[in-house]
């Protein structure tokens, strides 16, 4: 089973356009992370959030977490058409155990 | 630094043959998962190794093992192939800094069980 369920599990925006994607998670947890896949390939790390830490940015992207909801949510402003892949919000427990999300598949249209 | 890097990248295999993975972590990391990728199911967790020891183990059936070798290089093996088992089979290795782990994927091996 999958700790993390993103929301949603597709999005298509256009260029310029800001996507916003959620993710939920049900134990307890040591952080959270996000991670982009382009079409069948490796993930890649984009952001780590820590379970005190409220709100994070890096670059286009900002992630907030709520422990209290247990859900966290990527918005990714300005959108390209190079930010079209899936994102992955993946949960870490303080022993290192990963668990990862469905997934949010975002289509960015020129 | 190098990569995370996987072999083979692409692999066809009959029925009830046995596969085995390569993988080859950044340099200085210690752990090593692998994860099986498919449409219909996701991401899911097989197995962990650090420092040569299983850590964590996923719900997988034991036709799926790993081992990790004493430069963290790891292989994982499938035996007795069904169909499906056609997936993006990725590596991950993973250091722990400052109280916390990321982890760095490999590019993936992509196997398919005709």
């Known amino acids: 089973s999958q700790q993390g369920e993103e929301d949603p599990q597709a999005l298509s925006i256009q260029e310029g356009e800001n996507a916003t994607m959620n993710c939920s998670y049900k134990t307890s947890i040591n952080n959270l992370q996000w991670y982009r896949q382009n079409s069948g390939r490796g993930l890649v790390h984009l952001i780590l959030i820590r379970s005190n830490e409220r709100e994070k940015h890096s670059g286009r992207l900002r992630v907030t977490l709520d422990t209290s909801k247990k859900s966290s949510s990527l918005l990714i402003t300005a959108s390209r058409a190079a930010d079209t892949a899936s994102y992955f919000c993946a949960t870490t427990d303080s022993w290192g155990k990963f668990q990862f999300g469905a997934g949010t598949q975002v289509v960015v249209t020129p | 630094k190098a990569g995370v890097t996987q072999t083979p990248r692409y692999l066809i295999k009959t029925r009830g043959q046995q596969v085995t993975l390569s993988c080859s972590p950044i340099?200085?990391?210690?752990?090593v998962s692998w994860y099986q990728q498919t449409p219909g199911q996701g991401l899911q967790f097989l197995f962990e190794y650090f420092s040569e020891t299983q850590r964590n183990k996923g719900n997988f059936p034991g036709r799926f093992s790993g081992r990790q070798f004493s430069n963290s290089r790891s292989e994982m093996n499938v035996s007795t192939l069904e169909l499906g088992d056609s997936a993006l089979y990725l590596c991950?290795?993973?250091?722990?800094?400052?109280?916390?782990?990321?982890?760095?994927f490999g590019p993936g091996t992509r196997l398919t069980v005709t």
């Open positions: 340099s200085g990391h210690r752990s």
């Open positions: 991950a290795s993973s250091l722990k800094q400052a109280g916390s782990y990321e982890q760095y």
